[in-house]
């Protein structure tokens, strides 16, 4: 098995030039390993396993008729880790150097480890047999370039990546990851460290009964991220457990929890502008709108299959889009009560749908079918159908948009030999006839109601109390004054 079931870009300008080299002692090191060696070993055909297949819909790559080959029925019998031999490998002499290693460093690999002002990251959560890694890719298409910078050793399958700048331990921005896997536990990356063994801090808990610890936080699979961009240090999460968790990033602990779904909840959005607006979409076949402040459902439709993926049109947030696990993909405005219109986009699940960084009613669509299709959707009333194309990377299984190069969209699958692929749409004669004339505009329009967003934040004394435990105005113009 190889397949690629997340990705996410980061943007340009974020990234370290320099990504700092983690440097271990063998004390370190040894304790990390014996630490790590537990969670390194992948459960075979546990619960987790059942649920995901359940969720994405995936079939199994080896049937059980096939002759085993490679003797995969006694694969957990062989002795050590065999998910990484770290432990076996690394061996130190009390001066601390590794017998292993005969050369000194090529000093020529250190230019490879600079990041540009002008490049992006692309994080690809890959699986490739019975190991997980979170890949981070370099990706400059003025120079046409594309590899792995450096990558990081996953202790579960990955689900869901989401980019995040809030770092509760430093006052400026970061470059962090948040990992939703088939655990329960988020993980957040730091991706300007090389070579880092550890996250830089997790969301969740599980029980214990030797430290009489209970559960914080979800109790199954995470599928779902999404950063509130307009309140930074929030992070929402969809579960399998049929819960959707705020977390507040400041102090590390959920703020609130939504218990309203029947079903899995596969995909969630903030709003644009309004940071307390999330859309959710669920197995239970509901799309809806949270309001975060009083803890409510203000709005809901009915989608025509289970819900895959929600997205607002961040060009005109009235509107907001919904595919589905029967190949549905539809448009529906929040001041009704019904879609105003729907389309059978593609064959199988449209687990990919995107629109354009900064090109109006340009919208991509990628579905289990293996097709990737473009749509206009400007007129706000039918979508127009620009170019499609049956890819050879197998079932696509996500898909995301450069948030600087409003044509080049990343896409993934689970064809074993090649599941992975950047589209520069602008190469294709359909689309950049159709799109090349088109106005560029920012996909935020409301600024200034950001900008007081973030001055409210500013001012306020606890930042988690107004946002999310804001049962009345009142309290929150009570604690302003406090402050002030």
């Known amino acids: 098995m190889s397949i ?64 085993d080959e490679y003797n995969f029925d006694k694969y957990d019998d062989e002795p050590g880790n065999i998910h990484c031999n770290i432990g076996n490998i690394a061996s130190f002499e009390e001066d601390g150097i590794d017998p292993l290693i005969t050369k000194e460093d090529d000093d020529s690999e250190k230019d490879d480890d600079i990041i540009k002002s002008n490049d992006n990251l692309v994080l690809i959560g890959r699986v490739d047999g019975g190991g997980s890694i979170l890949e981070v890719f370099v990706y400059n298409g003025d120079e046409d370039s594309f590899y792995c910078h450096h990558d990081i050793l996953l202790p579960s399958f990955p689900l869901c990546l989401e980019w995040l700048e809030f770092d509760p331990s430093d006052s400026k921005p970061s470059n962090l990851c948040a990992i939703g896997d088939m655990t329960s536990i988020i993980q957040v990356w730091d991706l300007d460290l090389i070579d880092s063994l550890e996250p830089a801090y997790k969301l969740g808990r599980k029980p214990s009964k030797k430290k009489s610890h209970s559960y914080i936080g979800h109790r199954d699979a995470v599928l779902d991220l999404a950063w509130n961009k307009n309140y930074t240090h929030i992070l929402a999460s969809a579960s399998a457990d049929h819960t959707v968790q705020l977390w507040d990033l400041e102090n590390g602990v959920p703020a609130n929890k939504f218990t309203c779904f029947e079903k899995e909840i596969q995909t969630l959005k903030w709003h644009p502008n309004e940071g307390h607006h999330l859309l959710t979409g669920c197995a239970d076949t509901v799309v809806r709108v949270l309001d975060c402040r009083y803890e409510t459902v203000v709005k809901l439709w009915d989608a025509l299959g289970e819900v895959e993926k929600v997205l607002w049109n961040s060009f005109d947030t009235n509107y907001c889009l919904v595919s589905t696990s029967n190949g549905y993909i539809q448009y529906m405005d929040i001041r009704k009560d019904k879609s105003i219109w729907d389309v059978q986009a593609h064959t199988e699940e449209v687990i990919g749908l995107s629109l354009s960084s900064s090109c109006p009613g340009l919208l991509v669509s990628a579905g289990n079918d293996g097709v990737i299709k473009v749509w206009d959707i400007i007129n706000n009333k039918e979508p127009c159908s620009i170019w499609e194309k049956k890819t050879n990377l197998g079932a696509l299984l996500c898909l995301a948009p450069n948030p600087d190069n409003p044509f080049v969209f990343a896409v993934g699958g689970d064809n074993k030999s090649h599941n992975y692929k950047i589209f520069d749409l602008l190469k294709i004669p359909k689309v950049r006839e159709r799109f090349r004339e088109r106005k560029l505009e920012s996909n935020i329009k409301d600024t200034k109601t950001q900008e007081k967003k973030e001055e409210m934040m500013d001012v306020t004394e606890d930042k988690n109390s107004i946002i999310f435990n804001l049962h009345t105005i009142n309290t929150a113009s009570k604690r302003m004054e406090r402050k002030v």
């Open 4 to 67: 690629i079931p997340c990705t996410a870009w980061v943007k340009k300008g974020v990234a370290s030039t320099n990504p700092t080299k983690i440097q271990l002692t063998p004390k370190e090191l040894n304790r990390i390993i014996k630490h790590k060696q537990p969670e390194l070993i992948p459960p075979v055909g546990n619960d987790s396993d059942k649920k995901h297949n359940k969720v994405k819909g995936q079939k199994s790559e080896v049937e059980s008729s096939e002759i």
